[in-house]
């Protein structure tokens, strides 16, 4: 009998294992483009080709220690292969990485590219990274770091 | 010689050094989108302001050159374009600029075809003048003999020929206008109206238009028409305006801010109610002389609820002096009324054109012919329908007694 129970116990767990770890590979969530959002007078961009909204007040908070810097700005954002957002902004130093986590967007990473702040971002899509250009300056970043 | 060559030799690494050392600025794969979407707009931009042929030309060569320059960038705009892509982008460029060089044929069709109604429009405007004069010279001849009259009636048939040609063609102008006019005028671009604008100067559209309206007026006026001449005229005056009042507004849309124009438009808006007036009065005119002809005075009326109101109104007191009058001279009346003029020439003629008109209802016509019932029971009791019956009853009786009557004599023999 207890030698039942054991296997009864071994096999639930199996069965919970092997639910839990249930995987869809050979994702790409790659953005063929980035997207360049205007920030509405509250903090919140919306993107309707992809169909999400956010508020980045604490983005630009962060970046410049100024809770009023997001006024007429713009956000570019970009979504690499394994589904990670980057983000950064004119005048930015770094580049912020994000995952999706319980309905927000969760900064994984931050990167700082130019200690003077960025005076024309903008970034591309090259798999498996991201390629950041601000004016003649080119850099590949992946959610491991800069590459070059 | 030799410090000359060597001098260009190490200006030449220099300049070559020079450019291979400044790194070319980069660009980012949504500017490269973005500069094509935009070229792709200002394309189709051009597309709807092209004034001509040689126009669409020019831009089928912007098109080649934009799907040359961006081809390379193909794979990007094929997935950054969503839910385009980059061959569908061209080819919807392509497809506009089929279609707008359509309507530059047609637009080049309809041109040649209204040239050749200007000069028939021209010459039969000519014509009717001239038979207009002609007319009016006839008529004001005092004393006029049988050739006269003849001549006067053959130049009537011909007038009216000739106007019926004439209106059908400028109707056909205005009417080419309107097909063009397929658009909301606030929708059309500012070339398209200046070409809209430039096609109604062609088309001498404002003087055709008034002189067609002009001429049925004076033809109006410098003959007699008989009921199915005017019943004819108010068709076609209900025609032409209903195609003027389609375009019309759209016209005055469009020279919005040319005074002179605008001007023309609010005189043709004019002309066409004086037109129908026209047509109204000459209808009731003529209703009014079948009365006056037959010396049955009822009192004036220019629309139907009058008409039908004053005639009541006449068969009411008609009834009301039948005392005074006497039978014979109201039942005189009556059958003037009735016999004479609305049963053998109001009703006949008239009543119709009134009806289809709108000059007149059922309603209204059943009141008039209703009070003539009534008179008519007043001034012709119920004849003597009940003596008849009396009497065939009797003799039926009769018979059926006779019948009875010998066929009891037959079955006591």
């Known amino acids: 009998m207890q030698k039942y129970k054991i296997y009864l116990g071994v096999l639930l767990l199996s069965a919970a294992w092997g639910c839990s770890s249930l995987k869809l590979t050979q994702a790409d969530f790659a953005w063929p483009v980035e997207s360049v959002l205007k920030i509405d007078a509250q903090g919140n961009i919306t993107d309707n080709r992809f169909s999400y909204s956010v508020n980045v007040k604490p983005l630009f908070f962060e970046e410049t220690k100024d809770s009023l810097s997001y006024n007429s700005k713009e956000l570019r954002i970009i979504r690499d292969v394994k589904g990670y957002y980057y983000a950064t902004s004119t005048g930015f130093k770094n580049i912020y990485l994000f995952e999706i986590k319980d309905g927000a967007f969760q900064m994984y990473d931050k990167f700082q590219i130019n200690e003077q702040g960025m005076n024309n971002p903008a970034m591309n899509q090259r798999p498996p990274y991201i390629e950041l250009i601000d004016g003649d300056k080119k850099y590949l970043v992946n959610n491991e770091g800069l590459k070059q | ?413």
């Open chain 2, 1 to 413: 010689m030799k410090m000359v060559k060597l001098l260009r030799f190490a200006a030449a690494i220099m300049a070559l050094a020079f450019v291979f050392n400044i790194p070319a600025a980069a660009q980012s794969d949504r500017e490269k989108t973005d500069k094509f979407k935009n070229s792709v707009q200002k394309i189709e931009e051009t597309i709807k302001n092209a004034k001509d042929v040689a126009e669409c030309k020019a831009i089928e060569t912007q098109i080649d050159k934009l799907r040359n320059e961006y081809q390379a960038d193909k794979a990007l705009l094929d997935k950054s374009l969503y839910p385009d892509d980059f061959n569908s982008s061209v080819e919807k460029l392509t497809t506009a600029l089929t279609l707008r060089k359509g309507d530059f044929t047609q637009i080049h069709e309809l041109r040649t075809e209204v040239g050749t109604l200007k000069d028939q429009v021209t010459d039969l405007n000519k014509k009717n003048y001239d038979l207009i004069v002609e007319i009016q010279n006839l008529n004001r001849a005092a004393g006029k003999n049988k050739k006269a009259i003849d001549s006067l009636r053959t130049l009537v048939a011909s007038l009216r020929a000739s106007l019926k040609e004439r209106d059908k063609l400028v109707m056909g102008m205005v009417d080419s206008l309107l097909t063009e006019f397929t658009k909301d005028p606030a929708g059309l671009t500012e070339a398209q109206q200046q070409g809209m604008i430039s096609g109604i100067k062609n088309k001498n559209l404002f003087f055709n238009i008034q002189r067609t309206i002009n001429d049925n007026i004076k033809f109006m006026e410098v003959t007699q028409l008989t009921a199915d001449d005017i019943s004819e005229m108010k068709k076609q005056q209900v025609k032409f305006s209903k195609i003027w009042r389609q375009i019309g507004p759209k016209l005055a849309e469009v020279y919005l801010s040319k005074k002179e124009s605008a001007l023309q438009i609010e005189q043709t808006n004019s002309l066409f109610t004086s037109w129908n007036l026209l047509i109204n009065n000459q209808i009731w005119g003529n209703v009014d002389k079948a009365f006056k002809s037959k010396n049955v005075k009822i009192l004036p009326y220019e629309n139907g609820t009058q008409f039908s109101d004053n005639i009541k109104s006449y068969i009411q007191d008609q009834i009301k002096n039948l005392p005074t009058l006497g039978k014979d001279q109201s039942l005189k009346e009556f059958q003037l009324l009735s016999d004479s003029v609305w049963f053998s020439s109001v009703k006949k003629e008239w009543v119709p054109v009134l009806i289809d008109n709108n000059l007149l209802t059922e309603a209204q016509k059943d009141t008039i012919e209703n009070n003539l019932a009534m008179w008519k029971k007043q001034v012709e009791p119920p004849f003597s329908f009940g003596w008849i019956y009396f009497a065939l009853g009797g003799l039926i009786v009769v018979i059926v007694i006779v019948f009875v009557v010998t066929s009891r004599k037959k079955r006591t023999l």
